[in-house]
């Protein structure tokens, strides 16, 4: 790492060797002059990475080398800039932070900083195995827009396209039934990764609809195949293949409509849970971040929530007993169905503005013992 010196920028790595999705690059110790002429340099439209980029560090590559940028978003300091990726930096890879200050119009800083680094593979005690796959239920519709597939440990990148397939009533791959993202779709915590429908064979009207269909026919029998050649982050593959065989059901094109939810209150001065059923399965992910408690004061009560029933029920249970009164279960705009239809429309429709987008609110009264 670069020795630090008087008004000398220094690249730094701060991780969490716990918490990989925190870690972010800086760099620090830069002089107010040159902090000025960075500021200017931004408001004029230069571009960050043109003076502060992270890339990807190939074996035996050097620093002329070109190399794959890790994309993120900068933060500018008071004394310097901090960078931090869109999707965690993963362990056991290289890769290079440079500082390069020619671009200020500053010629007596010529020299380019350069940091290497990596975070160590963490080891588990035991191989991954695929926890459970969402929806939950063996009956999906025929527009079912994705699939979420939970891992018991961080996985790697790089093996959905050879190890996850959709298995058709054949027993044959159903081939362009999956969407194959440019960049696989985990979460910060690479455990959870989701799995696409084409979005171009659910939508009615649409080229590959027309030419092809729905990539799920209403009646038939498919099975979601997980290969066990999916390597988790210690690099050992999954303890077992996995298989989520489900049956297709008609296809589900309407909005949500939380008139048709059931809210059941708990008990006053208990931890009881406040429970909501739905008459058809939402989406899970969704689910645990789009539905809050709040009282008449308009703080959003602590709480733990749970997700059972197929997807079917949303409980919540509070870190202190429920106290009597009116409560509101806020519901916002960004929630859906397993098929992608939300608050305001069926998925398969035509484009809506922002503007057209609301939270709905629907309201339950706890009662007085």
Known sequence: MNAEAPNQPLLTVDA????????????????????????????????????????????????????????????????????????????????????????????????????????????????????????????????????????????????????????????????????????????????????????????????????????????????LAIGSGMVDISGRPLRQSFYKPFFVTEAVREPIKIAHWKILPPATKSRQPLAIKFPKPLNWALLRQAITITPEDGAPILGRIAIDQDERQWSFTPTSPWVAGSYSVRVASCIEDVCGNGLVAAFDRPLLSSSDLTIETANCLIPSI
Not at 140 to 162: D, I, K, T
Not at 180 to 201: F, H, I, K, N, Q
């Open 16 to 223: 969490d060797p716990c918490q990989p999705a925190s870690c972010g690059v800086n760099v620090c110790n830069i002089d107010p002059d040159l902090m000025v002429s960075l500021g200017r340099y931004l408001r004029a439209g230069g571009l960050p990475q043109s003076i502060f980029r992270v890339n990807v560090v190939r074996t035996g590559a050097s620093i002329g080398d070109d190399l794959p940028n890790v994309f993120g978003r900068y933060h500018v300091l008071e004394d310097g800039v901090r960078f931090i990726p869109h999707f965690p930096f993963e362990r056991g890879l290289s890769y290079r932070a440079s500082f390069d200050p020619r671009p200020l119009s500053r010629p007596e800083l010529s020299d380019v900083l350069t940091l290497e680094f990596s975070l160590p593979r963490e080891q588990s005690p035991l191989p991954a195995e695929v926890k459970h796959i969402l929806p939950s239920s063996d009956r999906l519709p025929e527009n079912l827009l994705r699939f979420y597939v939970c891992f018991s440990n961080s996985m790697q990148r790089g093996r959905v396209r050879a190890e996850i397939s959709l298995v058709g009533p054949d027993g044959e791959p159903a081939h362009d039934t999956l969407y194959r993202a440019p960049v696989e779709l985990w979460d910060r915590s690479m455990r959870c990764l989701t799995v696409l429908l084409d979005p171009g064979r659910l939508k009615r009207g649409v080229g590959p609809h027309r030419e092809l269909g729905p990539p799920l026919k209403s009646g038939q029998r498919y099975t």
